[in-house]
């Protein structure tokens, strides 16, 4: 029993490791569709799983898609922005 509380004490006085960095690349779809599970003895129906991961996996791959249409989209914009504002300065300035 002492040496239980021996260790119980020294592992209070060590220093705790850092909590792991968040991954640096966002979830793909793939992450999604290739995640595998530990099937336990009273586990959930991997069939299921699988479903449910593969349509969320889908509706990952339709929110990227539609943010990468509203990010070129809002570059086109600020481009266009930026000539309408060049012209107009140009056309202030020569008056």
């Known amino acids: 029993m002492r040496d ?5 004490a020294r592992r209070r006085d060590e220093p705790r490791p850092a909590p792991p960095a968040p ?3 966002r979830i793909r779809p793939w992450h999604i569709r290739e995640r595998t599970f ?6 959930l129906d991997p069939v299921e799983i699988r479903a449910f991961l ?7 791959t339709v929110a990227q898609t539609a943010l990468v249409a509203v990010q ?10 930026r000539a309408w504002q060049s012209a107009q300065s140009a056309d202030r300035r020569y008056r």
């Open 4 to 8: 239980l509380i021996r260790r119980l």
């Open 23 to 25: 991954h640096p690349t």
């Open 38 to 43: 530990n099937v336990r003895r009273r586990g």
């Open 54 to 60: 593969h349509q969320v996996a889908d509706e990952l």
């Open 72 to 81: 070129e989209e809002n570059v086109r914009i600020k481009s266009a922005l």
